[in-house]
């Protein structure tokens, strides 16, 4: 078995054991260097088998493996700042908070602590409420205490129905109050008279009326024919401009969405065909492969021709953004375990730290970055 396998396997166990832990601790215990170690914690998160705290201890967060996150505010309270800390102990003794009941200041330090402060979304009558969960309280509990915060809210609200209710009813009782008034001032009626005065004033006023409303009601008509023809004509026409630059618009949209998924694919794909292709253009022959994670990471034993005879390498490929000199680290070690010299390859940009570490630590490593 390989001896970086075993190391992984040890790591792994240790920090079940003792954590939460930072990397020193791991590294002292099996006596070996803090960057190797913390490469191979690494490793073991990206591949879910141990967890990463987003809070410090100085510089290095904490390493854990899942079901210890009920000791993680023993080993991080202490290295909390003032509002994370007084966030930390308001939330661990009531469990739940609603978001808007706390002042500013806390609202901001619950955000500042994610290790212990699980935020929920509630809807309520189609409003959004956030909620902050202790980490380690169970879900049964959680809804519990958030139905007893909204009863205690709904609460507040039902006598300001009441309250609404009462004045509709005094109102009812001024409406009939106003209504025996206007009875009053209805009884009268010598308005009618008058009325009976102006009927008889109006046919004194029918001839003159008559000449007035014809020469009216002609050039009525004569103004609103022409104004009706100009107002239909230049409306149509800038709708069929606007609906020529629509369709402008529209199909450089529609070249965006096929060219996107074309880009994409073969950055998914072909990472592997890459890797044996590059080999075989520099008539490397291939003699063992191995898949670690598929289109992320493989290792090769390979044959390399050259004026003294063929020579065996270990070849360590992986598609990543970055690489530190952790991971250099250990494909070092791969190939020293398996006493073949090793040649790094892959698509990443690599720190000038790493680079520089290459250079003092690790002279038999070869590195090669491809285009990809």
Not at 67 to 92: I, S, T, V
Not at 331 to 359: H, S
């Amino acid at each position: 078995m390989n001896k970086v396998l075993e190391l992984k396997s040890k790591v792994l166990s240790f920090v079940q054991s003792r954590g939460p832990v930072i990397p020193i601790k791991v590294a002292k215990h099996f006596g070996s260097n803090t960057i190797f170690i913390s490469a191979i914690l690494s490793e073991l998160i990206s591949g879910n088998q141990l967890r990463l705290t987003k809070a410090k201890i100085g510089s290095s967060p904490l390493y854990y493996a899942p079901g210890q996150e009920a000791k993680l505010g023993d080993a991080l309270k202490d290295y909390l700042k003032q509002y994370p800390k007084k966030a930390f102990d308001l939330l661990k003794d009531n469990k739940v908070l609603r978001d808007v009941d706390c002042e500013p200041a806390m609202r901001a330090a619950l955000r500042d602590i994610p290790d212990f402060a699980v935020p929920l979304k509630v809807t309520i009558e189609g409003n959004e409420e956030l909620f902050w969960k202790w980490h380690v309280l169970e879900n049964e509990d959680t809804k519990i205490l958030i139905n007893n915060i909204l009863e205690r809210i709904y609460n507040k609200e039902k006598p300001k129905e009441e309250v609404k209710e009462e004045p509709k009813e005094e109102l009812s009782e001024q409406e009939q109050i106003n209504e025996k008034i206007k009875q009053e001032f209805e009884e009268p009626e010598p308005v009618e008279e008058q009325e009976d005065f102006k009927e008889q004033e109006e046919p004194k006023e029918e001839p003159k009326e008559e000449p007035k409303e014809e020469p009216k009601e002609e050039p009525k008509e004569q103004i609103e024919e022409p104004k009706e023809e100009p107002k239909e004509e230049p409306k149509e026409e800038p709708k069929e401009q606007i609906e020529e630059e629509t369709t402008l618009l529209q199909e450089p949209q529609e070249q965006k969405t096929i060219l996107t998924p074309d880009k994409e694919k073969p950055k998914e794909k072909d990472f592997e065909k890459t890797i044996i292709s590059y080999l075989n253009r520099k008539n490397i022959i291939i003699l063992e492969k191995q898949t670690i994670k598929k289109n992320r990471e493989f290792n090769f034993v390979v044959k390399v021709p050259s004026n003294v005879g063929d020579l065996m390498y270990f070849v360590k490929a992986k598609n990543k953004k970055k690489v530190n000199e952790g991971e250099l680290l250990l494909a070092f070690t791969e190939g020293q375990n398996l006493k073949l010299p090793t040649i790094y390859v892959t698509n990443a940009e690599t720190t000038k730290k790493a680079l520089d570490y290459r250079e003092k630590n690790m002279k038999g490593l070869l590195y090669k970055k491809i285009n990809f």
